[in-house]
Nanobody
């Protein structure tokens, strides 16, 4: 598997912003689809956003208009800009990479939205 390392999580108040980063250690990044998933305590993991190798993004309805996914192929890095954060956004956020023959998960970074 490709090694993925997330960063940028932390504590933020409602209405605030955070930017998550995920760096990959492989040249397959540029032809991969990248995604961000999240899992709240005692809940199922859910898709937050995905970006194709062409740069086309797709978002879950719950984050549409607030979150933005982007990628920098030169840095093998995908980002998730999170604005107007709500307490229900609190979760461990996981980075995912997939190609037709490769997939990897990061270990996650915790985002806590609380006053």
């Amino acid at each position: 598997q490709v090694q993925l390392v997330e960063s940028g999580g932390g504590l933020v108040q409602p209405g605030g912003s955070l930017r998550l980063s995920c760096s990959a250690s492989a040249s397959v990044f540029s032809r991969s689809a990248m995604g961000w998933y999240r899992q709240a305590p005692e809940k199922q993991r859910e898709l937050v956003a995905i970006i194709s190798n062409y740069g086309t993004p797709t978002y879950a309805d719950s984050v549409k208009g607030r979150f933005s996914i982007s990628r920098d192929n030169a840095r093998n890095t995908v980002y998730l800009q999170m604005n107007s954060l709500k307490p229900e956004d609190t979760a461990v956020y996981y980075c995912h990479l997939t190609t037709i023959n490769t997939y990897s998960w990061g270990k996650g970074t915790l985002v806590t939205v609380s006053s």
